[in-house]
């Protein structure tokens, strides 16, 4: 009998997400489709883009709702509003045996597309850039002319590896997935920008076995400002880079079912509607680990800042 992290593992691994959505009422639409993502529409008017990951996860986002996306077992609750128990039941039928509800797509005589996971030629392309840029030694003039993070601070062994610079100076924060590098953000005076044909992961922080919480921010700037001015010895820190992408709800599962039972993970999003909305959607995807993860949250005091506009504010005090 699987247990149950096994049966979600194959729920999200095995179970065809664009059979299930057929199942559902959506209809594919074949002109959208193309080999590596299926559109399907709903008559109810929503649009779903359904992949593959490379790591064989079925992953899902809605067009007219940036909140909805994730795997199979995220399609099923935002859809039916089933407790994790309740999905499970509803997907055991489609795992193991072949699935009896009517397939629309398949009853006109249409194939299903066989999407093939995205190319490891670009990832690779993205580790090559990415290897041959150089960790920062404690010091960079953006970082802490324009941002106001201390030196301590970036050559903190807490950050050690998790920050680069490349041939222009840029400082380069990898994000990370189950394989490995994914891509990276850029930031410099005036530039942000994302790797070329790289996927946004999570940009992580080093970890201690110690550690009793996990801080979740908007961007990885933001995590280190938050370090700058709590100065936890025990805190751990992943960024997201923006809103949430399909892949990015596991990816925050694992990293916060990797703490003990006792730790905490900090919501230390932005302190305005956009960060009212992504902690809401954070929450929703912890809590599908059940009650014991403590989720709290820390904001700035003041409407309107992020962690950076703290930290920069209290520099400026500190040099009146």
């Not at 992408?245 to 039972?261: G, V």
Request: glycine share 8%; hydrophobic share 35%.
């Amino acid at each position: 009998m699987l247990d149950q992290r096994e049966e979600l593992e194959r729920f999200k691994r095995d179970i065809d997400l664009v059979r299930y959505a057929e199942a559902a009422g959506y209809e594919l639409d074949r002109k959208a489709s193309s080999r590596s993502s299926a559109a399907l529409r709903h008559p109810s008017g929503d649009k779903i883009i359904i992949a593959r990951e490379e790591a064989g996860h079925w992953v899902y986002f809605s067009v007219r709702d940036d909140q909805d996306h994730g795997t199979i077992i995220d399609f099923v609750q935002r859809r039916h509003g089933l407790s994790l128990g309740e999905v499970r039941k509803e997907l055991r039928p489609w795992i193991g045996s072949s699935p009896s509800p009517p397939l629309t797509t398949l009853a006109r005589g249409l194939a299903l597309p066989s999407l093939r996971p995205s190319p490891a030629k670009d990832r690779e392309q993205v580790r090559g850039r990415f290897e041959a840029m150089q960790p920062i030694d404690s010091r960079h003039a953006y970082l802490e002319r324009a941002r106001g993070i201390p030196p301590e601070v970036l050559g903190d062994r807490r950050f050690e590896g998790s920050i680069r610079v490349d041939a222009r100076g840029n400082a380069v924060f990898p994000h990370w997935d189950e394989d490995g590098v994914c891509g990276y953000e850029l930031k410099n005076h005036g530039f942000t920008g994302f790797a070329s044909s790289g996927q946004k992961g999570l940009w992580l922080s080093n970890t201690k076995p110690d550690d009793t919480a996990l801080v979740i921010t908007e961007s990885a700037i933001d995590a280190l400002s938050h370090f700058a001015i709590r100065r936890p010895t025990t805190y751990r820190y992943a960024s997201i880079a923006g809103a949430l992408n399909s892949t990015q709800p596991e990816l925050i599962r694992k990293a916060a079912a990797s703490l003990h039972e006792e730790s905490s993970i900090i919501l230390a999003t932005d302190n305005d509607p956009g960060g009212d909305k992504l902690a809401a959607a954070l929450r929703a995807v912890l809590e599908q680990l059940g009650p014991k993860i403590r989720i709290v949250e820390d904001l700035p005091t003041n409407r309107g800042l992020d962690w950076n506009d703290v930290l920069r504010a209290s520099s400026h005090r500190a040099g009146q």
